[in-house]
C-alpha cells in the first residue's frame, strides 16, 4: 500500500513565533516576495481580554487539485503519495496554476528563470512572444517533498516548530501521528467549501478564529 501523505496544524498549540515561515524561506530558497508557509493572525476580545490568536497557512496539496487541470504542460501534477509537485523542467510560467489556487499558495519564483521554450505553446497567450529568460517558473510547498526523498520523512517546518504544533505523516499508517490526531479530534479544513479536498487539517477551539483569518497565503503578491 502507498503512503499517503497528510499534514496537520494544531491551533491550541501555535505561538506565532514564524520559525516555520522563516525556516521554510531558507529550506526552500523562497524569494523575498513569495511564501510557501506563512502565519496569519487574528485579534479578538477587547480589553482587558484581549486575545491574539494564529494561523500557520501553506499548500493544502489538494486531491481536487484545480490547479493541476489549469496547467497547459502538465508540469502541476499529483504524485501517488498524495503531494501535488510542480516539475520546473516544463513549467513555462504561465501562472494560471496559480491564478486558479483558492489559497492564493503559489507564486512565480523570481529567483529562477523556466527551462522550457515558452515558444512550443503559441496557444497559451500569457507566455506568447516572451523569452525563457523573462519568464519564472511557479512555486509551492510540497510539504518539502526533497527531505521525503532523501528518507527525512518531516518537513522542516515540522522538525523546527518549537512548539510543536506542526504534524505531518502517512494517513495509511493508523500508527502515525497524523492518523491518531485525526482519530481522537475533531479538526476542520481551510475554506473547505471550495471543494477541493484539502490534505491540511486543523485542531482549534473556535472555527470563528479561522474563518476570520480567511486571507490567501501569497496576499497582494
Not at 510557501?36 to 479578538?44: G, L
Amino acid at each position: 500500500m502507498s503512503r499517503q501523505y497528510a499534514f496537520i496544524v494544531d491551533l491550541r498549540k501555535c505561538v506565532g513565533c514564524g520559525g516555520c515561515q522563516v525556516t521554510c524561506k531558507q529550506e526552500n530558497e523562497v524569494p523575498f516576495v513569495g511564501f510557501r508557509s506563512r502565519v496569519e493572525y487574528v485579534d479578538a476580545g477587547k480589553y482587558p481580554n484581549p486575545v491574539r490568536h494564529f494561523v500557520p497557512k501553506l499548500c493544502n496539496n489538494c486531491d481536487d487539485a484545480p490547479c493541476i487541470a489549469a496547467c497547459p504542460t502538465g508540469a502541476t501534477f499529483k504524485m501517488e503519495n498524495g503531494i501535488v509537485a510542480v516539475n520546473r523542467d516544463t513549467c513555462i510560467g504561465c501562472g494560471r496554476c496559480a491564478e486558479m489556487c483558492p489559497y492564493g499558495a503559489r507564486y512565480l519564483n523570481q529567483n529562477l528563470s523556466i527551462k522550457n521554450d515558452p515558444a512550443k505553446y503559441p496557444n497559451v497567450e500569457e507566455v506568447r512572444g516572451k523569452s525563457k529568460s523573462s519568464l519564472h517558473p511557479v512555486d509551492k510547498c510540497d510539504f518539502c517533498y526533497h527531505r521525503i526523498a532523501a528518507d527525512i520523512e518531516e518537513p522542516t517546518c515540522v522538525r523546527n516548530c518549537p512548539a510543536h504544533a506542526r504534524y505531518f505523516g502517512d494517513l495509511n499508517d493508523p500508527n502515525s501521528k497524523v492518523s491518531q490526531l485525526l482519530k481522537d479530534n475533531p479538526t476542520i479544513k481551510w475554506a473547505d467549501y471550495f471543494g477541493t479536498k484539502p490534505r491540511v487539517s486543523y485542531i482549534a477551539k473556535d472555527i470563528k478564529v479561522f474563518e476570520m483569518a480567511d486571507e490567501l497565503i501569497n496576499e497582494g503578491e
